[in-house]
Structures are given as C-alpha cells and as structure tokens.
C-alpha cells in the first residue's frame, strides 16, 4: 500500500480491488466502533455503485460493530422508476448491506416511487435529525459525488437534497457499470444528496476502483478545485481518505 497526503485528504493505493475494498471496510469498522464508544447511535450515508461492491461485502462481514446503533442513509436515487425495479440505488443497498445487517433503521429516498417533489424537503429534515458522522461514498467518471454532475455541483448548496438532471457522461456510466442497456433506459432526473450535504461528515471513505475512473482520480487530484470537477472538494476535509486501486491510479504518474 503506498500512502500520502494531497491537501487534507490522505490516499491510500492498494494492487488491487479486493484489497482496497478489505482495507476500506476495516478502516470504516474501526471509525464505526469508535464514535460508539461516545455516542448511542450514528448515522452514515451509503453510495449504490458498482465501485462500492467489494467495500460493502467486506462491511457486512466486519466483526464487532454493533449495528443496532446505526442508522442508514443513501445519497441518491433514481426518479421514474417504480420501487421495485431493480436499478434503483436503494434495492442496491438493501441487497447488498441493507438487508445483511440490523440497522436501527435505514432511510430510503424515495422509496415510494412518487418522485414527489416535497421528497427533497422530507429527506433533508431527516439529515438534519440524524446528522451524519460518516460518508462512504465513490467517485464518477466525471468527477461527480452522488449525482452532483459538473452542471448542478454547488459547493456552496443552500439545499442538503434536490433534483437534477443527469448529464451524458453521468449516463454513459450508468451503462459502463452495467446498470442499464442503453442510455435510452437510464432516467434523466434523480433526487441527490448535495455536497454540503456528503462534507457534513466528519470522515468520509471514498472508494475508487478500476481503470475507467483513472481520469476522474487524475483531476481530482491535480485540477483546481471547483464545481467543473466536483470531487476536487475533498482535498478540503480533513477527514476524507480516498481509497485507489493500482488501475485507477495508474495516470497520476
């Protein structure tokens, strides 16, 4: 594992990404029983993305987390699919650690499928209720968090969860990660959590696995930060670790 710092933000390359995922999902377990011992309960957002795989099954068999203490949040979801359908993000999770594990509760984003526009308000008063320590997220081919695309990013949000519209190379994504046939398919608006809304956590884990987010590692890293490339904010918190794999590192030289 090779490690140093960019701004604030430390990152951690590993030869692979089985080993990322393990070592992400350790350093989180660790994170997890530690903020228990001082608090009853915490809250952390998921991301749903064929990136996180490998993180989420090593979670799901981290020993020792008292997950009855834990509340679960997810940071974007599709508009126009109905609930059962299963490209959205929250069946994502609930198969894939939802389901596992015995939260205290687990906070789905539109999980009726009405695409409600007050949906936006509901979610928010629930993150400011349960304030999240912890963000486990990933990071887009084109830079985005959550589905903050270059076009919508605001750093500065006065909002903690809107509606956007997903730009092309977002829905190229959606079809390189297999979600989806064709870029026909894949909706054009979705709910997400803002960028204010993901910082807010005091550690934020960020794993970015496979050759197809080289360029997105490479300007997050090196370009200036800002809205253009919205990853760049995590140089900015002193509590974000980005976790790459020797392929998605493999333009920063």
Known sequence: MKEFLVEKMRVRIYANRQQLGKAAAAEAARRII?????????????????????????????????????????????????????????????????????????FYLNESGHDDPQECDRYAALLEQYKPAITCMGIG??????????????????????????????????????????????????YTLTIPALMQADHIFCMVPGKNKAPAVRNTLNEAISEQHPATILREHQGAILFLDEDSAGLLG
């Open 34 to 106: 530690d903020l228990l011992l001082s608090q009853e309960e915490i809250s952390i957002i998921f991301a749903a993305a064929a990136s996180q795989h490998e993180f989420l099954q090593a979670l799901a068999e981290e020993p020792g987390i008292e997950w009855q203490r834990v509340s679960a949040f997810h940071m974007d979801e599709y508009r126009g699919l109905p609930p059962s359908h299963p490209q959205r993000f929250g069946n994502f999770l609930q198969e894939k650690i939802f389901g596992r594990l015995p939260f205290k509760q687990v």
């Open 141 to 190: 081919e084109n830079g985005h968090l959550a589905f903050n695309d270059p076009h919508v990013a605001n750093f500065h949000d006065p909002a903690l969860v809107k509606i956007v519209d997903l730009d092309e190379a977002c829905k190229h994504q959606q079809v390189n990660d297999g979600c989806f046939p064709s870029i026909a398919e894949v909706p054009s608006y979705a």
